[in-house]
């Protein structure tokens, strides 16, 4: 499920020219880019999510709470599949791209922060590409599973960008090995904000360390397409400040890259999104 994208914040939250500061997120929501990778997240990635949902079990009147959730797509998606008897819960640092008044509740909740809202309560709680970036991994990870019913499922699903770091899997020309070099330079940026590069292998054991039993995990990646170029060019164009001001990449070069990607001489990929899931013991 995708969804247009829409202005910036209408707070007019500020879009200072350095970037974003040097801590806390790097993908920010506050930028209109974030919109943009919303629809494109959401198209490469929204069908495998909704297939986990359906292997996990999830049917009308479940309560689901969605945590970072970002754009509207995966709360649209737990509305309709809970109807009116169920209940969504979605929420993000900054709410701003989710749509309240469509089939699910709003808050802005800090999973790494705030306690659990409604312990003991979910049938379902998922997060997507939101533990890799959060510092405090191991203390939001036992808020989600503080928030489960006995019984309840978890469904998390991050990137590993260690296992699979490049940005074009066939290296074979000049415009390859500049998106290659692109690539690890957002890595190290991620790096130095605090994600974990390597998270996403590591989810089957920290869900059973958390104590969730009936564990498993799979793995996806796109390689090449419309949705892969162009939530590459929004990642580009959303931290080009954060690369030029670290001296990881020129104008040049950045520029060189966009074109390519726009004349559609690339073929993506990306890290391989790994997803986990497992059960609270009870119910």
Do not use: K
């Amino acid at each position: 499920m995708t969804s247009s994208p829409r202005p910036p914040h209408p707070t007019g939250r500020p879009d200072p020219a350095g970037g974003t500061a040097a801590r806390g997120y790097l993908l920010d929501n506050a930028r209109a880019e974030a919109g943009e990778r919303f629809v494109w997240l959401a198209e490469l990635f929204d069908d495998v999510t909704r297939g986990h949902f359906d292997r996990l079990g999830l049917r009308a009147g479940w309560r689901c709470w969605e945590v970072g959730a970002g754009g509207p797509g995966i709360p649209e998606a737990l509305a309709a599949a809970v109807g009116p008897t169920g209940h969504v819960l979605a929420t993000d640092i900054d709410p701003s791209w989710l749509d309240e008044g469509a089939g699910y509740e709003v808050r802005r909740h800090d999973v790494a922060a705030d306690p659990p809202p409604e312990p003991g309560t979910f049938d379902l709680v998922h997060a997507r590409l939101v533990l890799v970036h959060v510092p405090d991994r191991a203390r939001a990870l036992a808020t989600m599973v503080s928030a489960l019913r006995p019984g309840g499922r978890l469904l998390i699903e991050d990137a590993d960008t260690a296992l699979q770091p490049l940005a074009c899997l066939d290296d074979s020309g000049a415009a390859q090995r500049r998106a290659n070099r692109l690539r690890a330079a957002v890595r190290e940026l991620l790096a130095r904000r605090g994600a974990d590069l390597g998270y996403g292998r590591t989810l089957p054991r920290a869900l059973r360390e958390a104590g969730l039993v009936d564990v498993a995990a799979a793995g996806s990646f796109p390689v090449g397409g419309t949705a892969s170029d162009r939530l590459e060019a929004a990642t580009i164009r959303h931290v080009r400040g954060e690369l030029l001001a670290a001296g990881l990449a020129d104008d040049a070069e950045i520029d060189a890259h966009l074109a390519a990607v726009d004349a559609g001489e690339l073929d993506l990929t990306l890290a391989p999104l790994i997803s986990a899931w497992g059960r609270r013991p009870g119910g």
